[in-house]
């Protein structure tokens, strides 16, 4: 089944903007998945709705037309979701998508809770550290760690989490501990296949702050995927101080290094798309979220 709402949210927004990329950055996603979608709903109308340049876009009759009726249609929409609203009860399915640390190692607790505190809504998590576009993924809520790339989308700031530097003691016992960052270049350091991220990890070295570039066998495409290879042993890893505090608590895994930590860390946010106005199952779901979550 198509997205044909989304689509028409995404025309609205390219109408709003006057362009495909002032519509990307106010949607938050890229403007290829903006041209992509007015691509298909151009072609399913069979009309073309805007004449684009490089520096400007302006509506057709027919994208004019257009956008009146969709205009229309999309009030009409948030008028039926007051009304089921005046009940107070949040009920429909709700798309979350996550980082999969994030979601295995909070969301995933606590969602039993949320459940039967709602039992009328319907939660279909996915749970993916692939970056994600939340029109083109159908999804009414995505957690992700790391900085915002722009101001024009819905965001709620849940926490915050530092760096560790991190390795089981099996590890530790068989190939020693490091003292200095350069002691790395002896060990082998776990790293990231996925596009965001980098080879390379910060220590504060005599009040400067210095990037050292990492090297070894293994890449993950998840930090779940580092965080169970360094617990079997696998190596050192860098990962969320909130990814692990279990592990660290109970004596999987050891932090290193610690003197040379710049105590960086990454923001953790929520990402909401949709209507101006967040629907009672989103708007319950973020509540909940905040009421709950312990970073």
């Not at 992700?144 to 024009?152: E, K």
Request: with cysteine.
């Amino acid at each position: 089944m198509d997205n044909r709402l989304g689509e028409m949210e995404m025309f609205l927004a390219v109408a709003a903007q006057g362009s495909l990329a002032g519509a990307a950055k106010a949607l938050r996603i890229t403007p290829s998945a903006v041209s992509r979608g007015m691509a298909r709903l151009e072609a399913r109308l069979g009309v073309q709705l805007a004449t684009r340049t490089t520096r400007a876009l302006a509506l057709t009759p027919e994208g004019q037309a257009y956008h009146a009726r969709v205009s229309g249609l999309m009030a009409e929409i948030d008028a039926i979701e007051q009304s089921f609203d005046r009940d107070r009860v949040p009920r429909g399915p709700l798309r979350v998508n996550a980082s999969v640390p994030f979601g295995t190692h909070f969301l995933i607790p606590i969602l039993p809770a949320y459940l039967r505190a709602h039992p009328a809504v319907t939660v279909d998590l996915t749970l993916s550290d692939a970056l994600v576009e939340l029109v083109e993924e159908r999804a009414d809520i995505a957690i992700r760690v790391g900085p915002l790339r722009d101001a024009g989308i819905k965001a709620l700031k849940l926490g915050r989490s530092t760096m560790a530097v991190v390795a089981s003691p099996d590890y530790l016992a068989a190939a020693g501990t490091p003292r200095h960052p350069r002691d790395l270049d002896d060990h082998v350091c776990l790293r990231f296949n996925f596009r965001r991220s980098i080879d390379s990890w910060p220590f504060r070295i005599e009040g400067a702050v210095v990037q050292r570039t990492m090297d070894g066998p293994f890449l993950g495409n998840s930090g779940e995927a580092v965080r169970l290879m360094a617990v079997a042993g696998g190596g050192i890893a860098r990962l969320g101080r909130f990814h692990v505090a279990a592990d660290l608590a109970a004596g999987r895994l050891v932090e290193v290094l610690q003197p040379f930590n710049p105590q960086d860390g990454e923001d953790i946010h929520a990402l909401f798309a949709g209507h101006a106005r967040l629907a009672l199952r989103v708007r319950s779901f973020v509540d909940f979220l905040k009421e709950n979550l312990i970073l």
